[in-house]
């Protein structure tokens, strides 16, 4: 049955499986006394039970102060199904022979821990290192090349070192202060990256990555994702220090696109982006004023915030908010670049110096006004909307959707007038 559970796993990273197909039709055989039911050791003669599998099939769970300082699984190759080592106060973990762990390999809360050998590891199903303040080396000499998840939590490690894995469902990296320089070969990651408060100063590199659902980053002072083209859910860069990002051929994110609140960024720059399928959000970037880094940005599926001290803000495709739209600027961007956009949500667009008339009200005042009624920004995954969009921009009268009758006609005149307000 543990079995069933390894072909899922196979199923589920196809990718990093086939790069060693040997692995799925390898039909486990164990020695008796090796095929476990949920077994868990607590003490050396619990841990001396596993020790002398060779082949161990079913989940195996060692934890509690109760086990050795030293855990030696030294004969043991091969466990089909879950291996957990949870909250025992052993310093070391010997497992150089272990290929193969077809379920999860879980080491959590197991706060002295210093020594991991996992030198011939390849394949697991999730790696999930998890509260281990004390190991600073991922012990994976040979480096896994197969998994379906991993997650590195709250740990002392230093580096990702051993971790050599093209497809992934989730990636998940986070709390390790020690980590300074993230830089993963990865190229597909079918359900969420997640990289959040590791060294401060940690550079994250991505350059093999061409597809990803969704993308979290914080805390981060440097990135790159040279070749990512896809994110098939939400981008979201929210309280980095880098002073630059750039995705230099994402074409498309399918859901949600937010930059918030990273104080250093005064450089934004997605040349081939066309498409947000959900909300777009730059805010509380103090540092960002050009808004000039989405040339071929035509649509987009949510509703629109970008509120900032921007200089400059061109966007010479857009056309389509399928939201609400607000635009305000303390700096000396103007309302111009938006002028033939079609909004069917609310819209209001505020800039400080304007081009156009009506740049006398104080901003700040009209602006909480109006944020009480709205409050449909995050009205991120509209992706109804997209398939209506012919309906839309007809010549450069500012607002379309008429079924918001009078409420639309009144954004569309103050809209064509270069400002709307409330
Ligand atoms: C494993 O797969 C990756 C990505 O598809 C590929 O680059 C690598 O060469 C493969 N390795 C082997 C040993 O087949
Ligand atoms: C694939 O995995 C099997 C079982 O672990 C191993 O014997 C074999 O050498 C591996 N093949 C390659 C090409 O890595
Ligand atoms: C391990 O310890 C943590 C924190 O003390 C606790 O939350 C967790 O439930 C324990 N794990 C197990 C499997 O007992
Ligand atoms: C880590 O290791 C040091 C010395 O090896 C030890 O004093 C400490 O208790 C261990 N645990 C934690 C959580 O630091
Ligand atoms: C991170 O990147 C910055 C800028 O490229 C560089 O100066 C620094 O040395 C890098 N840090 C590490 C740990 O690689
Ligand atoms: C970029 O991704 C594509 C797949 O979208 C792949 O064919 C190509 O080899 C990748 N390039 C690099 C430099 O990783
Ligand atoms: C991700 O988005 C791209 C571009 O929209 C699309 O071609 C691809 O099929 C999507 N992938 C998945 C897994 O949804
Ligand atoms: C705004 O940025 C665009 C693109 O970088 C540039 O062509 C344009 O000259 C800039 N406008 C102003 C007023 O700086
Ligand atoms: C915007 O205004 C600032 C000062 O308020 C000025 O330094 C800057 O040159 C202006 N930028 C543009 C593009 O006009
Ligand atoms: C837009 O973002 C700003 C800054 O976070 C916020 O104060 C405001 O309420 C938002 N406006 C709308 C209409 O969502
Ligand atoms: C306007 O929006 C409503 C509700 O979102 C929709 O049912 C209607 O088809 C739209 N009309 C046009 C002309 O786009």
Known sequence: MQFKKLLLACGLSGVALANNSTLTTNT??????????????????????????????????????????????????EIYGDFHVSNVTSYTLLAPNLELVSGELELTGNTNLATLNLAQLVTVGTLRLEALPNLSKTGLTSGITSADSVIVSDTGLSSLDGINVFKLKEFNVNNNDQIESINSGLEQVTDSIYIS?????????????STAKDVYLESISSFSAQNLTAVNGSLSLYSNSMDKVEFPVLKSIDSSLSINKNDDLNEVN???LEKVGGAFVVENNDDLEDLSGFPKLSSVGGSVNMTGTFDNA?????????GAFYFDTDGNATCSAFKKLSVQGKSKCHASTSSSKSSSKSGKSSKSDSTSKSSSDSGSDSKSSS?????????????????????AAVVATFFTAGIALF
């Open 197 to 209: 408060y590791n060294a401060e100063k940690v550079n994250v590199t991505l350059d093999k990555l």
């Open 28 to 77: 486990p055989t164990a020695a008796s006394g090796c095929s476990f039911s949920a077994y868990t050791a607590t003490d050396s003669k619990g841990v001396a039970k596993v020790a002398a599998c060779a082949t161990a099939i079913g989940d195996v769970t060692i934890h509690g102060s109760g086990a050795p300082s030293t855990i030696d699984l030294s004969s043991v190759k």
């Open 387 to 407: 398939s209506g969009s012919s309906s839309s921009s007809k010549k450069s009268e500012a607002i379309v959707n008429t079924s918001f009758s009078t409420f």
């Open 314 to 322: 061109t966007f010479d495709s857009l056309k389509k908010v399928s």
């Open 270 to 272: 997605f040349p081939k």
